[in-house]
């Protein structure tokens, strides 16, 4: 886990108890996602989108939440969250 | 008020309990769709159970039939966050401060101040997501998918907003006013909800910082002790939890401004906004007239129905709603709805209107508002990149047996 210990505690300061109940595929890459991904929103921000995005969608989502959004992923999890994104919830 | 830091150390000793990022790890149960995602429901502390969009930050949505009543309850009415760090605002702690470089006088306010040194008004005034039924757009729209309930109708007390400005010196060159609150985001790097308005909307009388929803004090989710209230736009500038606001000489060019909340300029009304328009681009800004049926639902059966009254509500920017008309048969024909008390511009009117089949089948319902100044509902929604402004015609179809 690379996630500092401050963010962390941002995370759990802000979830909601409804949270624990949305769980995202199993699948590889899952780890990077929840790891940055869930520091700043609840994962139903995924499913929500799972019929809307394609690889493209996802592509400039995640690219969104780096340039406008200031989440600190590096390039290579990008290339992992993406490829999971688009994987298992594109349209 | 809370700041960051003692948000850190209040909820660092909280991580261990909640375990961390496990609690989000689990696996086996399949993804919500789209339209399952909608149909979620939940509450937050102080509030009835909602429409869930999504948990952190929070997005909750009102279920249609709360729209019958002509305010809609405080424990009933929706919530949008854009970030998720939400600090419960202490009444003593509260600052409102005024500054930015067209005001010669920096001010700062304690609620007592606000509440005591100004005088309060009162209005009736419609909160309308931007974004509501963004859902409903096909193809989809990527954003929040809200159905019909980003939305309520309340009764807002406080105090005007240019009286409070009033004190600060506002210079010559003022151009717009930045508005913040109290919520951020969850990294130092995440760009804070600020907004701003040209200094005219800023300066009309009808522009409030509100501290009193429906006769009671803001809940915590719908801005705790202190918003604004700008009747006829768009709620994306309803700042909550308001803490500052800015006078400035230049277009205020944050990231909620210059790249969100944006639409076509070819395709929509004049927004009233010049100094944040584009050559192709304008900020959202004045709701447009829209109507809703509240009281049938797409696909409702009833039976033995020989009068049924059909409800709703119908709303614009505030120019003031004209007519409701029916129709029963897909928009062949329309039939003028009885409008119910006017409760001010801003408000949104209920309308009724009474429906008595001549015989058994399906009826395609639809309902169509017009304001004063003659405009009317599209049949479709005007189609734009982020999904706003969705007020084409509703319809649903009943089965009378």
């Known amino acids: ?91 | 008020m809370v700041d960051r830091r003692d948000f850190i150390k209040k909820t660092a000793s909280s991580l261990a309990a909640l375990g961390g990022l496990a609690l989000l790890q689990r696996s086996g149960l399949a993804a919500a769709t789209r339209a399952e995602a909608s149909t979620i429901v939940d509450a937050l502390s102080g509030k009835e159970a909602l429409i869930k969009q999504t948990s952190r930050p929070p997005n909750y949505e009102t279920p249609t039939h709360y729209f019958d009543a002509p305010f809609t309850p405080n424990n009933q009415f929706f919530v949008r966050y854009h970030n998720a760090v939400i600090p419960e605002v202490k009444i003593g702690d509260w600052r409102l401060r005024i500054g930015g470089d067209a005001a010669r006088t920096p001010l700062e306010f304690s609620l007592d101040q606000l509440r005591k040194d100004f005088e309060q008004v009162e209005i009736a005034a419609l909160c309308l997501c931007s974004g509501n039924r963004r859902g409903l757009f096909e193809p989809p729209v990527p954003g929040l998918q809200w159905g019909f309930g980003a939305m309520g109708n309340a009764l807002w007390r406080g105090v005007r907003l240019k009286d409070v400005l009033a004190g600060a010196g506002i210079d010559k060159s003022a151009l717009e006013v930045s508005l913040a609150g109290a919520d951020s985001g969850v990294l130092p790097t995440t760009p804070n909800f600020v907004k701003s308005l040209p200094l005219a909307k800023a300066l009309d009388e009808n522009t409030l910082i509100a501290f009193e929803m429906n006769g009671e004090p803001l809940p915590h989710w719908n801005g705790f002790p202190a918003r604004l209230i700008i009747p006829g736009w768009t709620a994306t500038y309803w700042i909550k939890h308001l803490t500052a606001l800015n006078v400035l000489s230049k277009p205020f060019d944050g990231y909620w401004m210059k790249t969100a909340y944006r639409i076509p300029k070819d395709r929509f009304p004049s927004g009233q906004f010049s100094s944040q328009e584009t050559e192709t681009a304008m900020p959202i800004t004045e709701i447009l007239v829209n109507s809703l049926i509240t009281n049938l639902a797409d696909g409702q059966a009833m039976t033995n129905a020989k009068s049924i009254e059909i409800k709703g509500v119908a709303w614009d920017c505030g120019d003031g709603i004209a007519r409701v008309e029916v129709s029963t048969d897909g928009g062949v024909n329309w039939h003028q709805a009885a409008l119910k008390q006017d409760y001010g511009r801003f408000s949104w009117r209920q309308w009724r209107w009474v429906f008595e089949p001549k015989h058994p089948g399906q009826y395609r319902i639809m309902a169509r508002a017009t304001s004063h100044s003659g405009v009317s509902q599209p049949l479709e929604p005007i189609p734009n990149p982020s999904g706003y402004h969705h007020n084409a015609v509703q319809k649903i179809t009943i089965h009378l047996a």
């Open chain 1, 1 to 91: 886990m690379r996630m500092p210990i401050l963010l962390l505690s941002f995370f759990a300061a802000t979830a909601t108890a409804g949270e624990g109940q949305v769980f995202l595929k199993d699948r590889p890459g899952k780890n990077q996602v929840v790891a940055q991904c869930a520091m700043c929103h609840s994962l139903d921000y995924i499913t929500a989108h799972a019929t809307i995005l394609d690889r493209a969608g996802w592509e400039k989502t995640v690219g969104k939440m780096i340039n406008s959004m200031g989440a600190p992923i590096d390039d290579a999890d990008k290339r992992v969250i993406i490829n999971y994104l688009a994987q298992n919830y594109g349209k």
